[in-house]
Nanobody
Framework: VQLQASGGGLVQAGGSLRLACTASGRTFSGYSMGWFRQRPGKEREFVAGMRWSGSTRNHASSVKGRFSISRDTAKNTLFLQMNDLKPDDTAVYFC????????????????????WGQGTLVTVSS
């Protein structure tokens, strides 16, 4: 499975972006998907995750209420809608896929994921 993240760019604080993640090689049915980010000088961290079925979603507290993970099953595409962006959201954003239907508490763990995309850069200016 090869994941491709897109949609990053430069945006002013308070603005919005929507990231997308597509896959070549198979559909996401039965999988769990996640978004992670790596801010400058920091470790990679969990942003949001969900079962592809839509039954379980988890958002990091730092983005809850501003970011929302979703998917379009017909297009086999994962999204991250990011609203009210802040300069501290500047990071490379990665999508990831797990072969398992993860429970809520497992979604934030990098070790739960088997496949990773290359990342897309989001820069938020003040």
């Amino acid at each position: 499975v090869q994941l491709q993240a897109s949609g990053g760019g430069l945006v002013q604080a308070g603005g919005s972006l929507r990231l997308a993640c597509t896959a070549s090689g198979r559909t996401f049915s039965g999988y769990s998907m996640g978004w992670f980010r790596q801010r400058p000088g920091k470790e990679r961290e969990f942003v949001a995750g969900m079962r592809w079925s839509g039954s379980t979603r988890n958002h990091a507290s730092s983005v809850k209420g501003r970011f929302s993970i979703s998917r379009d099953t017909a297009k086999n595409t994962l999204f991250l809608q990011m609203n009210d962006l802040k300069p501290d959201d500047t990071a490379v954003y990665f999508c990831a896929a797990s072969q398992f239907s993860l429970i809520h508490s497992a979604l934030p763990s990098e070790e739960s994921y088997h496949y990773w995309g290359q990342g897309t850069l989001v820069t938020v200016s003040s």
